[in-house]
């Protein structure tokens, strides 16, 4: 069993930055593939972003990449997600999420935080 809690959201304006957080409960935490989801009002949840158990590989969505990192610390069960060049269009609640397997569905990812809200103004 894992729990994820999420922080760092908040409003910021377009061409900022934020940085989002997720702690984990777990001993097993390596172990599992992590990434991140997000949901605009209206729109179904779409991938973000992913790391591997080790951090050796990262995949990204087409719309994030080039300015957004996601990294893991294994050693404080922490997963980190830089956003920058923040645009409107990047506004909707962003989930942290843990699962086995490399891939973009959401339904293949068991475990999952509760959001946190993220608002770019223009």
């Known amino acids: 069993q894992v729990q994820l809690v999420e922080s760092g959201g908040g409003l910021v304006q377009a061409g900022g930055s934020l940085r989002l957080s997720c702690l984990a409960s777990?001993?097993?935490?390596?172990?599992?593939?992590m990434g991140w989801f997000r949901q605009a009002p209206g729109k179904e949840r779409e991938f973000v972003a992913r790391i591997n158990w080790s951090g050796s590989d990262t995949y990204y969505a087409d719309s994030v990449k080039g300015r957004f990192t996601i990294s893991r610390d294994n050693a404080k069960n922490t997963v980190l997600l830089q956003m920058n060049s923040l645009k409107p269009e990047d506004t909707a609640v962003y989930y942290c999420?843990?699962?086995?397997?490399?891939?973009?569905?959401?339904?293949?990812?068991?475990?999952w935080g509760q959001g946190t809200q993220v608002t770019v103004s223009a």
């Open positions: 777990g001993r097993t935490f390596s172990s599992y593939v």
């Open positions: 999420t843990a699962g086995r397997f490399q891939v973009v569905t959401p339904n293949a990812y068991a475990y």
